[in-house]
């Protein structure tokens, strides 16, 4: 089945310790990127990436670092998370040239005390 | 820069209505897609329609329908004959395609009544 896993689902962390979302996609996608969903803004662009190796900043990268090492995974890594992190993530992945709609993860949602 | 604007936060209509969802959008880039994604209660975020930035034709599939205008960079978005299911959260997007960067609209809640 094509699809896009996120995990984990759910997080809970405190302040300052550092953590790793995954994503991974199975449809050999070009493109991958990562977003925040917060109450009345929207998606928000963190990361995104056009290929291996590849990675440019989003609209609201800062406290953030990705990598993409492989073309299936696009890890979201927050090495000193704080409370205004604190929000529903979302990974997709699009295939360029197609169409360059995304499909999206089923979400992460981090809380961070 | 790019900017994607809804400006209805929130509609509500009775079953059978038809609805539109307006969006509005800024680009300097001459190449880009324009999207509308769903969002219902459950959380996931599911790709509706699109449209190329060279293709303004106008296109209906089922009981969606859009309206693509350059001159005023809008693109809108109409359900007809609206049912309870179709109640989520609505998304405007547009990708600039040489770059990758995607930029969503504030989305607008969309309630059906029965």
């Known amino acids: 089945e094509a699809q896009v896993t996120q995990n984990p689902r759910y997080l809970i962390t405190v302040t300052g310790k550092k953590l790793t979302v995954t994503c991974s996609q199975n449809?050999?996608?070009?493109?991958m990127s990562w977003y925040r969903q917060d109450p009345g803004l929207g998606l928000r662009q963190i990361y995104y990436?056009?290929?291996?190796?590849?990675?440019d900043k989003g609209d609201v990268p800062e406290g953030y670092k990705v990598s993409r090492k492989e073309k299936r995974n696009f890890p979201l890594i927050l090495e000193s998370p704080s409370p205004n992190q604190t929000s529903l993530y979302f990974c997709?992945?699009?295939?360029?040239?197609?169409?360059?709609?995304?499909?999206f993860g089923p979400g992460t949602r981090l809380t961070v005390l | 820069a790019q900017k994607v604007t809804q400006a209805q936060t929130e509609i509500s209509v009775v079953e059978k209505e038809d609805v539109t969802l307006d969006c509005v959008y800024e680009t300097r880039d001459t190449t880009y897609y324009l999207f509308w994604y769903k969002q219902p209660p459950s959380g996931e975020l599911v790709f509706l329609i699109r449209?190329?930035?060279?293709?303004?034709q106008n296109e209906i599939s089922g009981r969606y329908s859009w309206n693509f205008q350059k001159s005023t960079s809008s693109f809108n978005f109409t359900i007809t004959a609206s049912q309870v299911v179709d109640s989520a959260v609505y998304f405007c997007a547009l990708t600039n395609t040489n770059a990758g960067k995607s930029t969503f609209g504030d989305g607008t809640t969309l309630t059906v009544k029965p």
């Open positions: 449209r190329n930035s060279f293709d303004e």
């Open positions: 997709a992945s699009t295939l360029a040239g197609v169409g360059y709609e995304q499909f």
């Open positions: 449809m050999n996608h070009e493109y």
């Open positions: 990436s056009m290929n291996v190796e590849v990675t």
